[in-house]
Every structure is written in structure tokens, then in C-alpha cells.
């Protein structure tokens, strides 16, 4: 018989339904407690820090460059100011492949090898999210290529910036100097955050001595940025703040003046305001293009001038370190009469040559040829014609300790304070001074050489214009600077000293004396005196620059140029009342009466019509 009934067991049904049911909902309740915990944690707990990295994403803070300082010369005239230029940058956070990015970008404009170099160095030591430049002086065809293809160059931004220019180029390369990239050893000395979006310092001249007050203070701004990172709008700005504007005493007139007449020479001249210690004109020949340097100097240019035989990057202003042969001649003068070891009537007899006691060879006058300068010879006579036999035996009398205190009481043999790096001391012998150097006694032989600024004695052209205008101003010792004013607050002169211990009676005696050079119908510098209606003192100079046996004459025709004698000229103007003094070096020249004292009377020129057209303005 068959069973047509159901095999079900409601009741145990029943309580699998619920059992089903009970772990279901537990299981429901635990996920809605993950996730409820899990929104917690992302929507309250890390609120503040998810909120921070997507406004990171979304907002880019970048530092804003300063304005460099301008810089001016005493009468305005801009000598260094700033440009807009335009720049190739990349913020790698940006791209997803900064190689594959360098390698688009090479192909759409000219990349070089040195500037891929000078990226990849600059990474090491960026912050995130920093701009490094990759390209700069993008020219506008470049700039319109890097537009069109900007949607697909993610991480690459053409930036606009200010850059370094000098307007009149090689006339103020020396003194001025320029700036140029920070370099690797630069930027393990530098303050980071200072520099932020800069890659340019001060190198040489016064862009470096006064990089701190140049440089200015960085600013900020907070610009929104789309998903690809590109910027879209500024959130907020702290604007930059400029550096300190500089004014000169360098006046463009005469330091076109000088760089002019020493065109086509190798040379140095610096001229000082008497009052002041103002540098008027400092220009070292030949010179170079500042410009090249500013957003990197190509290999090319950097061999040319650095391997040129006429040496152009060398300031010889306040580096170059000379014999100063005669132009000493005054100051020894000055210091003979001052300690009565030669009075204005003490004469000798000049025949050429000067003996002293022990010494067979003897030592000889510029003219021993033509017998000497004969009989009758004073000071007066000896500084007017350079009679190198007189101040042999000055020197032997007065000795190397008194020549070599005042010597640094006039500026020689020390560094005399310019604001400017880099200047050389030079070198006013003495005991102590050949005992350190040369681990030798001093002997009157050294003297003998000395009193005629020969043998170990050596200076800068800087040097003996300050020398020339202690000697104008009749003692006052000032250090000699560079910058008249910054942001228009005057930079007063410093006082290093008292004026120096000479009587009056000497210093009119030596101001005549080196009238006579310039005006007497045998000074040494007589051939600038035509047509002069002012008067200039001075004293011509004539430096071995190479050993001649005494027994051999000097003869040029003999020997190569860069072996001829230097030229050299101390002056100062008008002689009454002095307002500019100089001292120049002509390398090579042969003769400072010929050579250098024209040199000197094109500045002495330009500077008195400049003081003739003030006077003519202000009536």
C-alpha cells in the first residue's frame, strides 16, 4: 500500500529558519558596525589629516623670489637692474615620468646636455613640490610651443621671473661684479629658505661683498592647482620683499673716461674723492661682458676668457700687485724731511751711479748714460726728474723701519678696507717682514731697492691712489669705498685715523714739487701740461717688470712686449684745493710720463668739466 504523506518536520523547519535568520542579522549588525567604526575613523578620527593631504593636492604654496637690489652711480645713472625673463621649471610630484617628460620637451625646443646636468643636481637638494628650473630665457616662439603642447607636459610650467642685467656690460664688470647660479659648494653654505626660488648669488665685486643687503626676503603664495596639478588661481600671496637699493660713488662719465683711455692696454686705474675716500672711477682693462655669467656663461666663453694671455676676469684694480717704482719718491720725501734727515738745501752730484761702502757694483740712475742728472740736485729737483741717485742715499739715511711705518700710514702693504672682496695687501718690506717671508736678515741693499719702490716692494693700483690722495688731503686717512648710500641712507666715510704727523712747510714743499712734474719745463709728466688751465701734481713711475744685470742697458727693441718696464702715475687735481686723486697702472707702457700721465689727464679732464657744468647748473 502506498504512503502519500509528506516527510517534513515543521518543528525542526521552524528553528533552522531562525537559526538562519539570527546568524544573517548578527552577521548584518557586525558589518554595519565596521563600517560604522571605519566612517568614523575616516570622517572624524583622521578628519584633520585627510583633510591636510587633500588640500596638499589641491593647493600648492610656492616661495616668491625677491626683486634684486638696483644699483646706481652717484649721479642715477643705473650701473645694474633686473629683467623679466622667462623660465622652463618642473615639479616632479606633478609628472608621472620626469624622464619620459625631459625627453617630450627635448624634442619640442633646445635642451642641452647642461642644462639636464644642472636639473638633475638641483633635485638633490629641492622640497617637495618646489620648482626646479630646467630652462632659462625661453624665447617667445618657445614659450608658444610650450603652451600649445601644455596639456600633455604635466609637472612642466613656463614661469616668469626677474633676472640680472648690466646696461653698460664691460665698463663696470670689475667693480660691480655679477651674480650667477648657485653652485654646489654655495649652496652647502647658504640659508635654504632665503634663496627659495632663486638659484642665483652674488660671485664677485660688489654683487657679492654686499649679497646680504641685495638679496631681499623671499615671499609665499598659495595657488589652487587642478587634478593635473597645473596651477589654476592664488589663494593667498605674502608679497616679496625688494633688496636694498645701492648708490656708488663711481661716476659713468669718468670711468668711460678711463676705461677708454687705457682701451687697447693692459692696465688698472682707480680714482678717489679726496674729501670722501670715494671711488670715482676703478676700471681694470680688458674687461668682459658681466651678462654672460648671469644665467650661466657657455663653456666657450668661459675658455676664451679664462686662458686669454691679457687675463680680462683679473681685476688688476685691487689684485694686481706692482713694483710702484718712483711714485713713492714724494712719500719717502715727506718722511726724510718730516725726521729733518734732508732739509730743502741738502744737494748731491748726481753722476749715474750710487755706491755703497762694501758693495763693489754699484747701483745706477735711469739716465747714468747721459752722466746723471749733474750737480745741484735737491728734492725738489730729484722728485721733478726722478733722480733715482738722490733717494738711494734718502733711503739709506732714513732707513727701512721709518720708510715702512709711514709707508702703512700712507695705504701700503695692507689691505686698505675697500668695501669689495677679494683685494690683495701688497707688500712694504721690513725686518720682521723678509725674516718671515724669506728667513733672511735685511741688508741696505733692500733698502737701496726700496727707496726707489724696487726689490721686494709691491703695491695695488688701489693702493697708490689712496696713497696719492693722503698726499692731496695732506694726511687725512680715510678708507677708501665704493657705496655712497643705501636706500638713499648715506654711507658715511669711515675715519680709520688722525691725520697724519707732517708739518705744513713739507707738505706745500712736496705739492710744489709734484706741481713741477706736471708743470716745470723738466718734469717727468710735462708732456700732458699743454693747454692745461688747472694744475695737476703728480709723480711718474717706471717698474722693472723683469731683472736686468747691471751691467746690461735696457733696450725694449730687444725684448718681447709683455717684458717691457711698467708704466705707472700718481696725481692729484686741482693742486690748490684737491678734490680727486689717482693712481693707474699702465702694464707694459714703458715710460709713465708717455704712457700713464695721458691717461691720468683724460680723467683729470672729464672731472673738472663735470665740476664746471654743476657750477654753470646751480647759477
Not at 650667477?180 to 665685486?205: A, L, P
Request: proline letters at 4%.
Amino acid at each position: 500500500m502506498m504512503h502519500n504523506g509528506a516527510f517534513s518536520d515543521p518543528e525542526r523547519e521552524r528553528k533552522l529558519f531562525a537559526s538562519r535568520l539570527f546568524v544573517g542579522t548578527l552577521v548584518t549588525l557586525l558589518l554595519s558596525l565596521v563600517l560604522g567604526l571605519r566612517y568614523f575613523d575616516l570622517q572624524i578620527s583622521r578628519y584633520e589629516d585627510f583633510a591636510t593631504q587633500s588640500n596638499n593636492n589641491r593647493v600648492l604654496v610656492r616661495p616668491l623670489p625677491p626683486p634684486r637690489g638696483l644699483i646706481y652711480d652717484r649721479s642715477g645713472q643705473l650701473i645694474a637692474d633686473n629683467r623679466p625673463s622667462y623660465n622652463l621649471t618642473i615639479v616632479p610630484e606633478r609628472s608621472e615620468n620626469v624622464e619620459q617628460l625631459l625627453s617630450e620637451l627635448g624634442k619640442l625646443i633646445t635642451i642641452s646636455e647642461r642644462d639636464i646636468q644642472s636639473f638633475r643636481k638641483k633635485l638633490t637638494r629641492r622640497r617637495p613640490f618646489e620648482q626646479t628650473t630646467l630652462h632659462v630665457n625661453l624665447s617667445e616662439a618657445e614659450r608658444a610651443i610650450l603652451a600649445v603642447n601644455g596639456h600633455r607636459l604635466d609637472g612642466a610650467e613656463t614661469s616668469a621671473r626677474l633676472i640680472r642685467h648690466y646696461p653698460h656690460r664691460d665698463l663696470y664688470a670689475h667693480a660691480v661684479g655679477y651674480v650667477g647660479r648657485i653652485n654646489e659648494r654655495e649652496s652647502q653654505t647658504i640659508e635654504t629658505v632665503k634663496y627659495s626660488g632663486t638659484d642665483s648669488i652674488g660671485k664677485v665685486g660688489l654683487e657679492k661683498f654686499y649679497e646680504k643687503q641685495l638679496l631681499g626676503t623671499v615671499g609665499s603664495e598659495q595657488v589652487e592647482t587642478n587634478a593635473r596639478g597645473r596651477a589654476m588661481r592664488i589663494l593667498q600671496q605674502t608679497p616679496a620683499l625688494p633688496g636694498d637699493n645701492l648708490t656708488l660713488y663711481l661716476d659713468t662719465d669718468l670711468q668711460r673716461a678711463a676705461f677708454d683711455a687705457l682701451k687697447g692696454e693692459r692696465g688698472a686705474l682707480v680714482a678717489i674723492e679726496v674729501e670722501t675716500g670715494g671711488i670715482l672711477a676703478m676700471v681694470s682693462t680688458p674687461s668682459y661682458d658681466p651678462n654672460l655669467f648671469v644665467t650661466g656663461i657657455s663653456q666657450k666663453n668661459y675658455d676664451s676668457l679664462l686662458y686669454s694671455k691679457d687675463r680680462p676676469l683679473f681685476d688688476r684694480a685691487i689684485r694686481g700687485q706692482y713694483p710702484p717704482g718712483s711714485t713713492i719718491k714724494p712719500l719717502f720725501g715727506l718722511i726724510a724731511l718730516q725726521h729733518n734727515i734732508v732739509t730743502p738745501s741738502y744737494q748731491i752730484n748726481d753722476n749715474g751711479y750710487f755706491y755703497f761702502e762694501g758693495i763693489d757694483r754699484p747701483w745706477r740712475d735711469h739716465n747714468f748714460a747721459r752722466g746723471g742728472h749733474g750737480d745741484g740736485v735737491n728734492l725738489s729737483k730729484a722728485i721733478t726728474e726722478s733722480c733715482n741717485i738722490y733717494f738711494y742715499g734718502l733711503g739709506i739715511k732714513t732707513g727701512i723701519d721709518l720708510l715702512s711705518n709711514y709707508g702703512l700710514q700712507f695705504g701700503l702693504g695692507a689691505k686698505t678696507g675697500i668695501d669689495m672682496p677679494g683685494e690683495r695687501p701688497g707688500i712694504m718690506p721690513n725686518r720682521a717682514w723678509k725674516k718671515g717671508a724669506h728667513g733672511q736678515s735685511w741688508f741696505n741693499g733692500d733698502t737701496i731697492n726700496t727707496s726707489i719702490g724696487q726689490g721686494f716692494m709691491l703695491t695695488t693700483p688701489l693702493q697708490l691712489a689712496v696713497m696719492s690722495a693722503r698726499i692731496a688731503s695732506r694726511g687725512d686717512v680715510r678708507a677708501p669705498r665704493l657705496v655712497k648710500s643705501i636706500n638713499g641712507i648715506e654711507q658715511r666715510a669711515t675715519q680709520v685715523t688722525t691725520n697724519i704727523d707732517i708739518d705744513t712747510k713739507h707738505w706745500d714743499y712736496m705739492h710744489q714739487a709734484m706741481q713741477d712734474v706736471v708743470h716745470s719745463r723738466r718734469g717727468t709728466a710735462r708732456s700732458i701740461n699743454v693747454e692745461l688751465d688747472y694744475k695737476i701734481a703728480g709723480k711718474t713711475g717706471t717698474a722693472q717688470a723683469i731683472s736686468i744685470d747691471a751691467e746690461d742697458k735696457y733696450d725694449s727693441s730687444k725684448l718681447n712686449k709683455n717684458q717691457w718696464d711698467h708704466a705707472l702715475f700718481v696725481a692729484f687735481a686741482p693742486v690748490k684745493d684737491p678734490k680727486i686723486a689717482i693712481g693707474l697702472i699702465v702694464e707694459n707702457g714703458e715710460h709713465g710720463g708717455s704712457s700713464a700721465a695721458p691717461i691720468a689727464r683724460a680723467v683729470f679732464d672729464a672731472y673738472m668739466a663735470s665740476q664746471e657744468s654743476a657750477t654753470l647748473a646751480t647759477k
